[in-house]
């Protein structure tokens, strides 16, 4: 399972994430200066429900701010910015990085922009649900969903790995290309015969290929609970054997 967070509001006197808390100004700044450079998108959120995904922008730490751009009007973030507090999220790879937003607020000029206060600290958590399996040769797993900006359009598309907290999905190059941000609120993940999931996925990564291929998805599985976790568990485990197995012969 991965390493969750405390709530709002109490990561600071919980003593247990010490070991996850980073207060060097330039550790901070390296991290961020990541997210910057690898179009890392990142989701801000407040208590109240209210979120809104985003980029970073750009990092000054001469003024010590951050900039993250933004959509003038948009109600979702101005929901976002009537929170007293709002937590920004993201992922790289198998890190999660997690840190409160502090002095939020949006600046109108040539680009519409949602500056904030440099951190004063930051979370690593190292995600363990990032260990992949690549499907077996024998099977073709396949997600089905409905076009997110197309809904009369049912995708089926083929799974490339998926660990516990996520999947890979390969994009034909005719299909309407899908932006990473996007949330799926109702997806048939069919592994096998005897495991299909009926989750919701938020897509973090999009990686076109080439011309012939297409993209690559880098997914996020949501609802994931109970029995469906365990059978997505046990997917994982028995795949993981019959390639160990298959190396050993």
Not at 24 to 41: F, G, Y
Not at 196 to 219: K, M, P, Y
Request: glycine share 8%; with cysteine.
């Amino acid at each position: 399972m991965e390493t969750r967070p405390a709530p709002l509001g109490l990561m600071r006197e919980d003593d247990s994430l010490d070991d996850f808390r980073i207060v060097s100004a330039v550790e901070i700044q390296a991290i961020l200066r990541q997210l910057l450079e690898t179009h890392t998108m990142v989701t801000l959120s407040s208590p109240g429900g209210a979120s809104y995904t985003t980029l970073l922008w750009a990092v000054d730490t001469s003024r010590g701010v951050i900039c993250f751009s933004a959509e003038s009007g948009d109600p979702r973030l101005q929901q976002l910015l009537e929170s007293d507090e709002i937590v920004a999220v993201a992922y790289l790879d198998s890190i999660k990085v997690q840190f409160d937003l502090e002095g939020a607020v949006q600046v109108r000029g040539g680009d519409t922009a949602l500056n904030a206060n440099f951190p004063r600290e930051l979370y690593r958590f190292q995600r363990r649900s990032s260990f992949r399996v690549k499907p077996l040769l024998s099977h073709t797993p396949t997600a089905h969903f409905r076009h997110p900006a197309m809904p009369d359009m049912q995708l089926s598309l083929r799974i490339l790995d998926v660990s516990l907290g996520g999947v890979a999905l390969a994009v034909p190059k005719d299909v309407p290309s899908i932006g990473a941000g996007t949330h799926i609120r109702r997806c048939m993940l069919e592994l096998d015969a005897d495991t299909q999931l009926d989750v919701g996925l938020s897509i973090h990564h999009v990686t076109v290929l080439n011309e012939s291929q297409g993209a690559r998805l880098g997914c996020e599985i949501e609802g994931l609970h109970g029995s469906e976790e365990r059978a997505l568990q046990n997917y994982i485990n028995q795949t993981q054997k019959r390639r160990n197995a298959m190396a050993v012969g």
